[in-house]
């Protein structure tokens, strides 16, 4: 069963018999969930995307069923409330504060030591996310973060948390996100992906994925374990969780956890079973209605995701290369997901993709070659975006 934020009056207008809810109306979505379960019953829930995550857990508790206080919940998705919960549990956490977006920016400069990261509270995919290394710096992203945050697509979420900015210390170490499985308190790695691409700022993003991270076993162990303990910190038990880290000098720097899958059409990059027969969801699925997967374990084959940058700002007019970008040995796919005469932004402010190469290889670095090679082969034509002028009257 389906439910998704859409309009109520409609009455199935995309055939999928999905219960509509509002992410920001609990009460009401409960009750909708609830009468749909009376039809057909439901084993199992599962949030998909960060904004369903809290309403995934009181759904699961109102229907007495194994999920995520919604606590713990919300804390996974405030990073200022994660901050807090990570240090008191001694995982190693940077010097942090939070700032109003109304608030003195020189007050804020003077409090901050540098290099320093200018960051929204509540948003994901590095979307506001500045690297800062002088008082002015941190002034112009102080700026341009609560620019960000009011814009009204931001305010349409209804987030609540909209007037805070987190600044905290820079944390030098490479990047790697950790994709896994909490059962009712036990932590269970589905895969490690190295960011082989260094996210040193200002901006940070995320471009490429491979798995298996080729790290020491012991290191290996020693991310799992932060990961697990940040898990129990935030107060999360069950359903999947999606990691990023840090691995620092000091050791295992745990940025988040959010407590879904991974986002968008990532997730294609992982298969489970002997032959890649079983895809995430299906893992997932299974997990959420009570089966064992323990034994599932991730294929052999390495493999690799490209989440497209935006080069430049602009309206969409073409992509050229794809085919050609398919033929380039092991790639499996190229996945355009801006659609022509869209308007495109780069990071910081940008919350989306141009769209995704994949490709699986028997050594991750194969894998990683092919969807740079595969990128080589693309072309962007973008045009300026149009001004528009705004006349009072």
Known sequence: MFATDRCHSLEDPWH???????????????????????????DGVIAVGDRPVILAARIARALDLPGNSPGAATASTNKLLARAYFASAGLLTPWHFAVSTDADPHSVAQQASYPAVVKPIGLSG???????????????AVARVSALLARAEIRALRLGIEGTILVEGFMPGREYAVEGLLTRGTFQSLTIFDK??????????????????????????????????ACRALGLTHGPVHAECRLTRGGVFVLEVAARPI???????????????ISLEELLLR???????????????????????????????????????????????????????????????????????????????????????????????????????????
């Open 263 to 277: 986002g968008g059409l990532c997730s294609q990059v992982l298969r489970f079973g002997p032959d890649g027969e």
């Open 287 to 393: 997990h959420a209605t009570g089966e064992s997967v323990e034994r599932i374990s991730k294929e052999r084959r390495a493999a690799a995701v490209m989440m497209v940058p935006i080069p430049k700002a602009g309206i969409l007019k073409e992509v050229n290369g794809i085919d050609a970008a398919r033929r380039i040995p092991h790639v499996e796919d190229v996945r355009i997901t801006a659609k022509p005469d869209q308007l495109l932004e780069p990071l910081p402010e940008a919350g989306s993709y141009l769209g995704f190469i994949f490709a699986r290889a028997g050594r991750p670095g194969d894998a990683e070659g092919a969807v740079r090679a595969a990128h080589v082969q693309l072309s962007f034509a973008i045009d300026p975006a149009i001004a528009v002028n705004k006349v009072a009257g």
């Open 16 to 42: 999928d018999e999905a219960v509509p809810v509002r992410f920001d109306d609990d009460e009401a979505s409960i009750e909708a969930v609830r009468a749909a379960a009376a039809e057909r019953p439901i």
């Open 126 to 140: 590095s979307r506001g996310v500045i690297r800062v290394d002088s008082p002015e710096e941190l002034i112009a």
């Open 196 to 229: 082989p691409d260094p996210l040193d700022g200002p901006f940070f993003e995320e471009t490429v994925y491979v798995t298996p991270a080729t790290l020491p076993a012991d290191t290996e162990r020693g991310i799992v374990t932060e990961v697990a303990r």
